[in-house]
């Protein structure tokens, strides 16, 4: 930037919060956090009614006592970071998804049958997206190794990835979940690699042998439940309509007490009359000793009886807010919480993620069902409409590109002004086919929801990186990220 700089500047596209008593920048295009200053304000103010030339910016600065040098300086920071920009408004640039992306993660969905019957499974319910008729209901060995080979290939590069089990219920092919950890952790090791295993589990099968196995294989464990009793089974229920939560408490306990090598996650479905958030979280934390609990609202029709209605994600939201500011007071201490909700917001921020897509369907990540179909996520598995190939002829390029460019937020023009984009992305493309009958759609429904949640999370971002920067460096680490 020249003294004779005649360009006009404007505003750039951001999002403005407070955090610690300080200002910060949430500067969408960037997906990065900025703070305001005396000078950044200074300039924001200047050119809030609209253009100014760098000559005026100079001078708005030079009154608050800068330096030529430092107002150039701090002018062109803002310019890099975008919080300003110059001439006229760019549209966003569309990129399209790129052509070969390599894998990090593949999802095996081991089995396609369960032992409960939830009434709002996205796998069975009235909602769902699979065709298995006609397919193997249980993963065979020769499906599950070359599962792994086509893993390895297509992950070439990377020195470490990852398997998650799925289901159905993972455990009732428990006999081929060990033997794919063992051929899966041999055959990484000969190229001088490393896989990390994780399942997804009801906990209605788990045995002390199951438990030792997990723990000696560090192998990651989510346990799905919703909270106390009179909750968790309204829905989460065997055939026969009894409740599955005295069959699992018992083993979840032994489950989080023998395994040594990982922390235990429990993964909450809130639905109609099912968003009683804190009671849920203290019941899961304290009482049963999750170290961390993650909450989702149930991915349905809005004409479902348990969709829960604008007015419970309302309640919702305010019991989010509450354990965030819970998660806060922790953070500023210097201790855990094990709210997950604002962990991997965090993470995100942290880490200044922009997505192109919600998340890594069909980019990072595979799902592969019992009969080797390949789909975006575990969620399409053994759905015809969405299979992009079978791991023994390998994934079908084009249907996999349409996926991806349907996908990319640059398509989502509802999105497109959006400050939360770069985290939400649109939302998951398996909802949106639900509700929309298009893996493309952006998640319409529940946007000021998202906003408000984002905005909740940079608070405590901000927050935390006024006045207790040492613990986002301590997270960072703990979980990988730095
Ligand atoms: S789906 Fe809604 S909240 Fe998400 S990026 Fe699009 S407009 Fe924003
Ligand atoms: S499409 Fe949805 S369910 Fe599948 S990985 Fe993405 S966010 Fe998760």
């Known amino acids: 930037?020249?003294?004779?700089?005649?360009?006009?500047?404007?505003?750039?596209?951001?999002?403005?919060?407070?955090?610690?008593?300080?200002?910060?920048?949430?500067?969408?295009?960037?997906?990065?956090?900025?703070?305001?200053?005396e000078g950044v304000a200074a300039v924001i103010g200047a050119l809030s009614a609209g253009e100014a030339q760098f000559d005026d910016l100079l001078a708005t600065l030079s009154d608050r006592g800068y330096a030529f040098d430092d107002a150039s300086e701090l002018l062109r920071e803002m310019l890099f970071s975008r919080a300003i920009v110059t001439g006229e408004p760019a549209p966003e640039p569309v990129e399209s998804a790129p052509a070969k992306f390599p894998l990090q993660s593949l999802v095996m969905n081991l089995t396609n049958q369960c032992n409960l019957a939830c009434t709002y499974c996205y796998e069975f319910g009235e909602d769902k997206v699979a065709t298995p008729e006609g397919k193997p209901k249980f993963m065979d060995i020769e499906t599950a190794k070359a599962s792994v080979d086509f893993l390895l290939k297509e992950?070439?590069?990377?020195?470490?990835?990852?398997?998650?089990?799925?289901?159905?219920?993972?455990?009732?092919?428990f006999p081929?979940?060990?033997?794919?950890?063992?051929?899966?952790?041999?055959?990484?090791?000969?190229?001088?690699?490393?896989?990390?295993?994780?399942?997804?589990?009801?906990?209605?099968?788990l045995t002390p042998t199951i438990i030792q196995?997990?723990?000696?294989?560090?192998?990651?464990v989510t346990v799905s439940m919703d909270g106390p009793p009179e909750l968790h089974d309204k829905l989460r229920v065997f055939a026969n309509g009894r409740g599955s939560y005295d069959i699992i408490e018992p083993r979840v306990k032994a489950l989080i007490q023998g395994h040594r090598t990982r922390p235990i996650t429990a993964r909450v479905t809130l639905t109609n009359g099912v968003t009683d958030v804190i009671r849920i979280y203290r019941h899961l934390k304290n009482e049963l000793g999750f170290a961390e609990v993650g909450f989702a609202p149930v991915t349905t029709s809005p004409d479902r009886l348990?969709?829960?209605?604008?007015?419970?994600?309302?309640?919702?939201?305010?019991?989010?807010?509450?354990?965030?500011?819970?998660?806060?007071?922790?953070?500023?201490?210097?201790?855990?919480?094990?709210?997950?909700?604002?962990?991997?917001?965090?993470?995100?921020l942290y880490q200044g993620v922009n997505k192109s897509h919600p998340c890594g369907a069909a980019l990072g990540l595979l799902g592969v069902g019992p009969s080797g179909d390949i789909a975006p996520c575990h969620r399409f598995v053994d759905s015809d409409t969405h299979?992009?190939?079978?791991?023994?002829?390998?994934?079908?390029?084009?249907?996999?590109?349409?996926?991806?460019?349907?996908?990319?937020?640059?398509?989502?023009?509802?999105?497109?002004?959006?400050?939360?984009?770069?985290?939400?992305?649109?939302?998951?493309?398996?909802?949106?086919?639900?509700?929309?009958?298009?893996?493309?759609?952006?998640?319409?429904?529940?946007?000021?929801?998202?906003?408000?949640?984002?905005d909740t999370c940079l608070r405590i971002f901000g927050t935390i990186s006024a006045q207790n920067p040492g613990f986002l460096e301590q997270f960072a680490h703990r979980k990988g990220l730095d």
């Not at 055959?187 to 589990?201: C, G, N, W």
């Not at 398996?430 to 408000?452: M, P, Q, S």
Request: hydrophobic share 35%; aromatic share 12%; proline share 1%.
């Open 1 to 37: 930037m020249l003294a004779t700089e005649t360009r006009t500047y404007r505003l750039g596209e951001f999002h403005k919060f407070e955090g610690g008593g300080r200002q910060f920048l949430y500067l969408v295009p960037a997906g990065a956090i900025f703070e305001v200053d």
């Open 213 to 220: 196995f997990l723990s000696d294989n560090s192998i990651g």
């Open 155 to 173: 992950s070439e590069g990377r020195k470490s990835i990852h398997i998650t089990f799925f289901g159905g219920e993972t455990l009732m092919n």
């Open 176 to 205: 081929l979940l060990k033997e794919v950890v063992a051929y899966a952790s041999d055959k990484a090791a000969s190229q001088d690699r490393f896989i990390d295993f994780s399942l997804t589990t009801n906990a209605t099968l």
């Open 387 to 454: 299979s992009l190939g079978n791991i023994s002829t390998g994934v079908d390029r084009e249907k996999q590109k349409d996926f991806l460019d349907r996908g990319h937020i640059g398509a989502k023009y509802d999105c497109h002004s959006c400050f939360a984009r770069p985290l939400c992305a649109g939302g998951c493309h398996h909802e949106a086919f639900v509700r929309y009958g298009d893996t493309g759609h952006a998640n319409l429904h529940f946007c000021d929801w998202i906003r408000e949640w984002t």
């Open 306 to 348: 348990y969709a829960i209605n604008e007015k419970g994600m309302g309640g919702v939201l305010e019991q989010f807010k509450l354990l965030a500011d819970e998660y806060l007071e922790h953070a500023l201490r210097g201790e855990l919480h094990g709210f997950s909700n604002v962990s991997e917001t965090l993470g995100e």
